[in-house]
């Protein structure tokens, strides 16, 4: 392990003036090979991302989202097809145009997320979208490919990756990414198994590259925990499902206001692999796990196909669910993430 990376500094300084918050991010920041500076969070209304979700985001969030002042991303896979998913890329571009909202310092950049699997056959279509559209940061996912890394690095994007272990975040380290989003235990759709604090404190061992806390993360005091604990930013899924700009149906938005932790089954029966569903919605499926085979669909395109019931009719959720009691519209929900992240700023510098 290299010395400076041992003795980095905890990732991000916590300091409360008052109710202003600063966030020093600066001891993230680094070089590589082309010269290409880390992701930077500074200024953002927060370290956040609203997390890509299938069947969920849409460019009306993404664009709520940047516009309050958090990364605002979508999955591309959300359109069915590659031409649909440029004109979502149209559609953002110009909305993005207007800035940010009043009284929001800076208009945060936008994510797309790429599922870079073999049995996607939309890869190269929509990796030529993207590279022609210069979208600023790329999540990908089942799957660290260095020529896709590469390519958006040539036009100055950024490159973050989802890891469920280290060995996982080793190879995306391996192909150039510029952060690792570590998806902890309790996280909503295909969450893994590892719990947040050992997770984040072996990935900076590991690395001084961003890394962005996913899981189970639903109020500001969890984000300024996150950060705490050593992670430079966030990633939040299931508080934004229930916005009034997400995609999903308002049973599965009300559903989410009413269930909690102990209510979230993880499962590989329903998805290829295993993920987090909440039980109600299994029950209101006729869905009885003991009755059924091992494993969900082999493939992707049978998991994403219209025959398919995991996402669209089984509805997911991560841990962090209980925390979920209301449909805000994004601005409003980022104004009040920001309050508690300085309550808990607060605290810390009472310590
Ligand atoms: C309904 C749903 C769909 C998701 N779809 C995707 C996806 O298509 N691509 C992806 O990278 N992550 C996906 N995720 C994971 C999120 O990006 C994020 O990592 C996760 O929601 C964070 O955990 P939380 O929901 O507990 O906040 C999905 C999560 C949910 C809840």
Redesign the pocket.
Same mark, same amino acid.
Do not use: C, E, K, Y
């Given at each position: 392990m290299p010395a400076a990376i041992a003795h980095r500094p905890i990732a991000a300084l916590v300091a409360a003036d008052g109710l202003a918050l600063t966030i020093d991010l600066r001891s993230t920041h680094y070089s590589v090979p082309g010269g290409l500076m880390a992701f930077k969070t500074d200024g953002l209304a927060l370290p956040s991302i609203a997390?890509?979700?299938?069947?969920?985001?849409c460019p009306r969030m993404v664009v709520a989202a940047c516009r309050s002042g958090i990364v605002g991303?979508v999955?591309s896979?959300?359109q069915r097809t590659a031409e649909g998913y440029e004109q979502w890329l149209d559609e953002i571009e110009a909305e993005l145009a207007a800035g940010p909202l009043p009284g929001v310092a800076k208009l945060a950049p936008f994510a797309v997320?790429l599922?870079v699997h073999k049995t996607n056959l939309r890869h190269d279509a929509d990796l030529a979208i993207t590279v022609k559209h210069r979208v600023p940061l790329v999540?990908t996912?089942l799957g660290a490919a260095k020529e896709v890394v590469d390519a958006i690095h040539e036009y100055g994007g950024h490159v973050f990756h989802?890891v469920i272990s280290i060995r996982h975040a080793e190879k995306a380290l391996a192909a150039g990414v510029d952060g690792v989003?570590a998806?902890a235990a309790? *996280? @909503?759709?295909?969450?893994g198994t590892l719990n947040p604090l050992p997770f984040l404190y072996e990935l900076r061992r590991l690395t001084d590259k961003t890394l962005i806390l996913?899981?189970?993360?639903?109020t500001g005091q969890q984000i300024a925990t996150a950060i705490v604990a050593g992670a430079d930013m966030v990633?939040?899924?299931?508080?934004?499902?229930a916005t009034q700009e997400s995609e999903?149906s308002a049973a599965y938005k009300t559903m989410l206001t009413q269930v909690s932790a102990s209510d979230i089954v993880y499962t590989p029966k329903l998805s290829g692999v295993n993920a987090?569903f909440i039980m109600q919605s299994l029950a209101a499926n006729g869905i009885d796990l003991a009755n059924m085979g091992d494993h969900g669909p082999a493939s992707m395109e049978q998991e994403l196909g219209p025959d398919s019931k995991a996402?669209r009719d089984i509805?997911? *959720? @991560?841990?962090?669910?209980g925390a979920v009691r209301d449909i805000p519209p994004i601005a409003d929900l980022v104004t009040r993430l920001r309050s508690e992240y300085n309550v808990a700023a607060t605290r810390l510098k009472a310590l």
């Open positions: 997390a890509p979700m299938f069947l969920v985001s991303a999955p896979l959300n997320n599922n999540i996912s989802d989003i998806v309790g *996280a @909503g759709g295909h969450g996913a899981g189970a993360i639903s990633s939040m899924g299931t508080r934004f499902i999903a987090n996402w509805w997911s *959720a @991560g841990q962090g669910v």
